[in-house]
């Protein structure tokens, strides 16, 4: 596996980084309980030095603040349209801190159950709709379905 370490790309990368990863934390977390997850383009990714490079510059940028991190990524390549890659911060949470960063994660998370709920509420509402209107025909003046196939609209 090829080092980034010193790569002139990856030291621009994570020093652009730092203050975005310093930004995503909770309000009020002392700079604990921060992810950072980034879709791109997966040319974008290649011109950038690729995801390894960028997976090491997010490593490198988390050291720099002291965070004990976990790093994924994968996509990038000409099968996948997006690349994903993300870390988040392991470290252990001082207790002041703990209250703020556990709200945070919880309103993440609702946030994203509502997200996805919504959506497959959306499929299940047109599922229905087309269920109900088996054998109708719709109507776009009156923006409606008619009984009758045959009734003019």
């Given at each position: 596996?090829?080092?980034?370490?010193?790569?002139?790309?990856?030291?621009?990368?994570?020093?652009?980084?730092?203050?975005?990863?310093?930004?995503?934390?909770?309000?009020?977390?002392?700079?604990?309980?921060?992810?950072?997850?980034?879709?791109?383009?997966s040319?974008?990714?290649e011109?950038?030095?690729?995801?390894?490079?960028?997976?090491?510059?997010?490593?490198?940028?988390?050291?720099?603040?002291?965070?004990?991190?976990?790093?994924?990524?994968?996509?990038?390549?000409?099968?996948?349209?997006?690349?994903?890659?993300?870390?988040?911060?392991?470290r252990?949470?001082?207790?002041?801190?703990?209250?703020?960063?556990?709200?945070?994660?919880?309103?993440?998370?609702?946030?994203?159950?509502?997200?996805?709920?919504?959506?497959?509420?959306?499929?299940?509402?047109?599922?229905?709709?087309?269920?109900?209107?088996?054998?109708?025909?719709?109507?776009?003046?009156?923006?409606?379905?008619?009984?009758?196939?045959?009734?003019?609209?």
């Amino acid at each position: 596996m090829v080092s980034h370490a010193k790569n002139e790309r990856c030291v621009a990368l994570a020093k652009a980084l730092v203050p975005l990863l310093e930004r995503s934390g909770p309000e009020g977390a002392g700079g604990y309980g921060g992810t950072l997850q980034v879709h791109v383009p997966s040319e974008t990714a290649e011109q950038l030095g690729g995801l390894d490079l960028i997976r090491a510059a997010l490593r490198k940028a988390a050291r720099e603040l002291g965070w004990k991190f976990g790093t994924y990524g994968f996509g990038g390549s000409q099968e996948r349209a997006v690349a994903l890659i993300g870390i988040h911060d392991r470290r252990e949470i001082p207790e002041p801190y703990a209250q703020v960063v556990e709200e945070h994660r919880q309103r993440q998370m609702r946030a994203a159950v509502e997200r996805v709920s919504a959506r497959y509420s959306a499929l299940d509402v047109r599922r229905r709709q087309v269920r109900r209107c088996a054998g109708r025909r719709w109507c776009r003046r009156r923006s409606s379905w008619r009984s009758s196939p045959t009734t003019a609209c």
